[in-house]
């Protein structure tokens, strides 16, 4: 298997010519329309849909920042009343930083990277379905708030008890909890599969070394979001809990506290700063080297810099609590590591720098935009440092300081480089050019405006004014700053709608763009402006990190099918499988087609937001079944079904189909969802432990109320089945599946059982869980083991179906593979869970 290059040969696939093949791949790839639409999963589509809707969203965060400002403009306004212009705020930060900030540029990583990467698609193009439209909805019922003023007003960190029951009564505060959960949703699937895209499916020969430093970002942000994102989810869960059914755990009372929820908040707070800084530099390392004309100065730097931003940010959660009363030495700790952080981002700054210096720069509009980052971007780290200082931090807590600060460095660190991206890639997007004139009117006003807005107010916040304050009073000697302030706000919105009106028309009026425009050396320029919806008809070697500067005939050479995988005759969606090291190939991927079941899976989704929002329980429970359905019904499409493939042959020398090997995309992403899932499991432990030894009226009972024996029961069943599953699946990496149907149909037996000891367990553990915390988070950890116990026994029942209709087997054996990963993972889990909730307590007492 050395040859897989099947380059144009007289005889073979490619004798039917360029436009013929284009054609054939056309038909297997193209985009339904009318409302099949609907059902498109190609990551060029979806991607654009993410970040038109991301610019819909912003344009409603905008408004909701202006009306702050006209509020603000003149002391003692009465525009707005203080209930609405807390939810107006509240809704402001929100909107910016879940459903503006995180699909926005995931969505041009969706767009952008299997372009970049030298791919036809991300690899799980229904993922990507499914988590656009749990975007979509989220945002559409979390906005809907604002149109019934109904809206949470505790602030986009929702610290209790501010919005627990008991001082946000109505249904703000659920309608932030289950919204966002729901958004997470999306965010966690783009997370899972560019993680994967990145890894496995880079084109023949692009090592890690070589991969676009886009790649590098994304991969990192990725991760970041994939552990960073669960703490959230868990702690939304935890208080939608307290707020719905009363269970304590952030009040006091019941054994809970206030702080947990800051501490589950900040573990994903401060690492979402850098999940949205970093794709940004990661636009910025791509724009600079381009208008540089040269390559970037230091590529292993920057690498370095990424990973190291990537550890370091979780390290940091509670700097943004240095005012609740942390214990000295650990406000030292963690003062230094805020610092730290400056390291990594300094060595960005200088190779950027180092790159412009060494190159001959041309000033083109999206240079302007990055030019515009730099210089706010390193204001806002200053402010930064200092606000890394305890003392300093203790003056301007929650002033208008810290609102300078943060947007210095989100709209500087983010929205710049952002603008800067868009223009640059606009005519891949379009096949046109931007207006330079409306561009550059565009960037004055928006850096002039920003820069009047937000520079102004550092002073006001050191003179002392408060920020989430509705109104001020004249006197204080805010008035000509916050008026100052003002107007440049809506200077700055000009200038954005200048962008955006240039956005809108270059359709239409743009002078069509020649190919690579910019003369840029990444694959995306190896596309056709647009795109079509299987990006390259063949696939390159790639032997440098700057395959179109290397050579420049490499776009023609793809076009014509003179690369790999050139062929559309088995009718299936087709890409190579790599190395995640060396780029070497090993499978051919072969991607499922268009589907209704992620937008139907999602739209059940939505039902049971909706309906645990209005309190309707029971039809929130068919729901959840109803998605559950969809999401099965989804995945049986899978392997040797049908619908999915056909026939497994491959050309002659050709490496085998990705569904017949141990080791495909799959198993890949399984694993991604696992360490996700992993986060979501240990931010648990720590909510336990941190009660238990923290929380002030914490009361831990004489003796602990599960039975041992049943848990120890219940996890001999698990681990039978285990063990069980485990030697099928090795049988099958050896070709052998005698017995495979009868064995998952056991195991399948084996899971049932642990879930029904579980769940006695539970019942005869007489909980009261409305009135201790420890009740309460109990309960939570033996739902976590049953949710887990019983999806994996319906899904090795599954599989021994699937063995029976043949779609399962020695032929193709990856499935039982996923799943054992599944089960090991509730192996672990449950054990620790069973020493965590019940031998420790026995162990060490009350
Ligand atoms: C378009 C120009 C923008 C303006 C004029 C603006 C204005 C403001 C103002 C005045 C506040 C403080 C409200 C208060 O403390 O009473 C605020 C808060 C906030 N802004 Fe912006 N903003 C803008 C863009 C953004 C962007 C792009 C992001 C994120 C990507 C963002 C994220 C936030 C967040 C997270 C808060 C904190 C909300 C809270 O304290 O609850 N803003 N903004
Ligand atoms: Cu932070």
Not at 144 to 166: C, K, Q
Not at 567 to 576: K, L
Not at 611 to 621: D, I
Request: glycine share 10%; charged share 10%; hydrophobic share 50%.
């Amino acid at each position: 298997m050395t040859t897989i290059n099947r380059e144009a040969t007289p005889e073979g696939d490619n004798i039917k010519g360029p436009n013929q093949l284009h054609n054939d791949l056309h038909d297997i790839w193209g985009n339904p329309r009318g409302l099949k639409a609907l059902t498109i999963v190609n990551h060029t589509t979806l991607g654009l849909r993410f970040m038109v809707t991301g610019m819909v969203f912003f344009l409603i965060g905008g408004l909701l920042a202006m009306l702050v400002r006209t509020q603000l403009a003149l002391p003692d306004q009465d525009f707005m009343s203080p209930d609405i212009y807390s939810q107006v705020t509240t809704m402001h930060g929100t909107v910016m930083m879940f459903l503006f900030a995180i699909p926005m540029l995931e969505g041009l990583a969706i767009y952008m990277i299997p372009k970049m990467i030298g791919a036809r698609d991300l690899v799980c193009p229904r993922l990507t379905s499914l988590g656009y439209w749990c975007y979509l909805f989220g945002g559409i019922i979390l906005s809907f708030s604002l149109v019934l003023e109904m809206a949470p007003d505790s602030g986009w960190f929702m610290y209790t008890p501010l919005s627990s029951s008991e001082y946000s009564p109505g249904l703000g505060s659920d309608f932030w909890l289950l919204g966002i959960t729901f958004v997470e949703i999306s965010a966690l699937s783009a997370g899972v599969e560019l993680v994967v895209s990145i890894l496995r499916t880079r084109t023949q020969g692009m090592a890690l070394h070589k991969m676009p430093l886009f790649a590098w970002y994304i991969l990192a942000m990725a991760l970041m979001i994939v552990v960073g994102f669960p703490p959230l989810i868990l702690g939304s869960i935890l208080l939608e809990l307290e707020r719905a059914v009363g269970m304590p755990f952030f009040e006091v009372a019941g054994g809970g506290d206030p702080i947990l929820w800051q501490h589950l908040f900040w573990l994903f707070g401060h690492p979402e700063v850098y999940i949205i800084f970093l794709p940004a530099a990661g636009i910025v390392s791509t724009l600079i080297p381009v208008f540089a004309g040269r390559p970037i100065v230091g590529y292993g730097w920057v690498v370095f810099a990424i990973t190291v931003t990537g550890f370091i940010s979780f390290g940091l959660w509670v700097h943004h609590m240095f005012t609740v009363g942390i214990p000295q030495l650990a406000q030292a700790f963690f003062s230094a590591a805020s610092m730290l952080v400056a390291v990594p981002t300094a060595i960005q700054v200088f190779v950027w720098l180092a790159t412009l210096w060494l190159g001959k720069p041309k000033m083109k509009l999206p240079m302007l935009w990055i030019v515009g980052f730099l210089i706010i971007f390193v204001c806002g780290g200053l402010t930064g440092v200092m606000l890394a200082l305890v003392p300093f931090n203790w003056q301007v807590h929650d002033t208008h300081f810290v609102v300078a600060h943060m947007h210095y460095v989100l709209v500087g660190g983010m929205f710049f480089p952002l603008i800067a991206g868009l223009y640059y890639w606009l005519p891949l997007f379009s096949g046109r050019m931007p207006s330079e004139t409306l561009g550059k009117w565009g960037f004055w006003l928006t850096f002039l405006g920003f820069n009047g807005t937000f520079l102004i107010m550092h002073w006001t916040g050191l003179l002392g004014m408060p920020r989430r304050v509705y109104s001020y009073e004249t006197g204080m000697g805010w008035d000509i700053f916050n008026l100052l302030s003002s107007m440049s706000s809506f200077i700055m919105s000009a200038g954005i709608a200048m962008v955006l009106l240039d956005f809108a028309l270059h359709f239409r009026f743009g002078k069509p763009a020649k190919h690579n425009p910019w003369n840029a050396d990444t694959l995306e320029w190896a596309n056709s402006m647009p795109p079509s919806a299987y990006n390259f008809v063949s696939l390159p070697k790639i032997e440098t990190r700057h395959p179109l500067w290397d050579d420049p005939n490499l776009p023609r050479t793809m076009a014509e099918g003179q690369h790999s995988l050139a062929v559309a005759t088995h009718g299936r969606r087709e890409m190579w499988g790599t190395d995640p090291l060396t780029g070497k190939v090993r499978e051919i991927i072969h991607l499922p087609g268009n589907s209704w079941w992620p937008l139907f899976a999602a739209m059940a989704l939505a039902v049971v937001c909706v309906s645990l929002l209005t309190r309707l329980y029971p039809l929130a429970g068919i729901a959840v079944v109803v998605a559950g359905l969809f999401l099965l019904r989804w995945s049986w499409e899978n392997g040797a079904h049908p619908k999915a493939a056909p026939d497994a042959e491959v050309a002659p020398g050709d490496p085998p189909l990705h569904s017949r090997t141990m080791d495909g995309p799959g198993l890949w992403a399984m694993s991604i969802t696992l360490l996700a899932n992993g986060s979501f499991f240990l931010s648990y432990l720590f909510g336990w432990f941190y009660l238990w030894t923290v929380s002030p009226e914490w009361r831990m009972p004489e003796t602990s109320p599960l039975s041992l024996v049943g848990l120890i029961l219940a996890g001999v069943a698990l681990t039978a089945g285990v063990v069980i599953l485990e030697k099928l699946v090795r049988g099958l990496r050896q070709g052998k599946d005698a017995g495979l149907a009868v064995g998952m149909y056991s195991i399948s037996a084996l899971g049932f059982v642990q879930v029904a000891v579980t769940l006695w367990v539970l019942l005869s553990a007489d909980l009261a869980v409305t009135e201790t915390s420890h009740d309460a988070i109990i309960m939570v950890g033996l739902a976590y083991a049953l949710l887990h116990g019983g999806l994996g026994a319906v899904l090795t029942l599954l599989q021994g179906l699937r063995v029976g209709y043949g779609f399962v087997g020695a032929h193709a054996p990856f499935e039982p593979a996923v799943v054992a990963q599944w089960w090991r993972y509730n192996l672990v889990t449950f054990w620790i869970l069973v020493g965590a909730l019940a031998v420790l307590p026995r162990v060490i007492g009350s």
